[in-house]
């Protein structure tokens, strides 16, 4: 199932739960359907294949790196990129890329700039100090202190869209109930089957 058409919070508008893409991985591939799954192996090749896959216009055929290269215009290009990381951690945490390339403008029909706004979903449940190690010199991190309750322990923040990729605010609202729902999916979902407190059938059952 798609998780993400389960959340009720979230007033979809210039996204849907079908714009969200997930990095492919082992645990990712169990829970999401294929249409919201992607490999890539660089933001590149990410934004090629997206570009592809929502129906870009291809204006260039040359060759890159001795390969065929197809370059494409970025006209449909839409979706919630989602990649996760440090997911062999107690708290794997998310990098999303919100990107709206398609046409947009405002209620009296001025031109509005394209969305490519970068949040970070981050671990902060525990604080962290550096260390020097007294055998090898190196500074090691350490883990201190008690350990914040799982959802409280995730923090976002958000940055690089510039001024040329403003949002509104009814958009901004939006990306922080999606960014909401991925923490919600962290805790919900990825954490307790990594603990192997929840499977895939468990998993499919809350749908229900």
């Not at 020097?132 to 799982?150: D, E, R």
Request: hydrophobic share 30%; proline share 3%; glycine share 6%.
């Amino acid at each position: 199932m798609n998780y993400f058409e389960k959340k009720q919070n979230i007033q979809w508008n210039t996204w849907s739960p079908e714009n969200v893409i997930f990095k492919s991985n082992n645990i990712i591939k169990r829970l999401l359907p294929k249409e919201n799954v992607l490999s890539w192996t660089s933001k590149g090749d990410r934004d090629q294949k997206m570009c592809k896959m929502t129906g870009c216009k291809a204006i260039q055929h040359s060759q890159y790196g001795g390969k065929p290269y197809t370059y494409y215009t970025r006209d449909n290009y839409k979706g919630i990129m989602v990649q996760l990381k440090d997911i062999k951690s107690d708290f794997p945490s998310a990098n999303i890329d919100f990107i709206d390339w398609t046409e947009r403008k405002d209620s009296v029909g001025n031109a509005k700039g394209h969305l490519d706004i970068l949040v970070y979903l981050n671990s902060f449940h525990n604080r962290i100090e550096w260390d020097k190690c007294p055998k090898t010199g190196s500074w090691i991190k350490k883990f201190k202190g008690q350990t914040a309750p799982l959802r409280e322990g995730y923090r976002m923040s958000y940055g690089g869209q510039g001024d040329a990729h403003s949002m509104d605010f009814n958009e901004f609202h939006e990306l922080i109930r999606i960014t909401e729902a991925v923490r919600d999916f962290l805790v919900d979902v990825v954490v307790p089957m990594k603990k192997g407190e929840l499977c895939v059938e468990e998993y499919e059952l809350m749908s229900v």
